[in-house]
């Protein structure tokens, strides 16, 4: 299920193209408020979650390989591909902010893959109920992503950053879809399967 909602994102071209800075959209994010407060927080938000993508990269390669289900490797492998796809999206908004793309250590996020390793040492290799942890593991992630870049396309609004904005609402309409698609793996498969188990 996954892997066909980012087939289609791959295969869309145009939308890729949207990723790419152009002249025009270097000159668009000026904003009179760059120097505010708010601002400084705004970019502390953007280096914090590209932290967190840049993670979660290594961390859904370990989580692929711990998963014994196909269909969860799957979703893992897809959403990989597509956090890759969102720290270039990230690198892009440092350019038009004319911001060095620097990240910032997110506690967060550690936590998170902190507690998905020790579910991985903690449940038996192969199991359904180990595959339900990872998603359960996943999903935290995802509702930290989803919060995050909520908050941040808002700030951006705020601050008049337009173009900024719609692309983090592009990622946050993603993280939104892997979220339901590791919702529906789980209450289909994952779960009635760890149910049996001994």
Not at 110 to 123: C, F, V
Not at 149 to 155: M, V
Request: charged share 35%.
């Amino acid at each position: 299920m996954a892997k066909k909602e980012l087939n289609k994102e791959g295969q869309n071209t145009g939308t890729q193209g949207t990723d790419q800075i152009n002249e025009t959209d270097k000159k668009a994010e000026q904003s009179p408020q760059k120097g505010s407060q708010l601002y400084v927080f705004f970019l502390s938000g953007l280096k914090d979650v590209l932290y967190a993508e840049n993670k979660l990269v290594e961390a859904l390669l370990e989580m692929e390989s711990a998963a014994s289900s196909e269909e969860l490797k799957d979703a893992f492998e897809d959403h990989h591909l597509l956090t890759k796809k969102h720290v270039s999206r990230l690198n892009k908004i440092f350019g038009l902010l004319g911001e060095k793309a620097e990240a910032k250590e997110c506690k967060a996020i550690e936590g998170i893959l902190e507690e998905a390793r020790e579910i991985i040492k903690n449940t038996p290799e192969g199991s359904a109920t180990r595959d339900v942890g990872l998603i359960i593991a996943a999903q935290k992630v995802e509702h930290y992503e989803i919060a995050t870049y909520g908050g941040l396309a808002q700030l951006a609004i705020t601050l008049g950053f337009d173009k900024i904005a719609d692309l983090l609402e592009r990622t946050l309409e993603e993280e939104e879809e892997t979220d339901r698609d590791l919702t529906f793996i789980a209450e289909n498969h994952i779960n009635p399967e760890a149910e049996q188990e001994d």
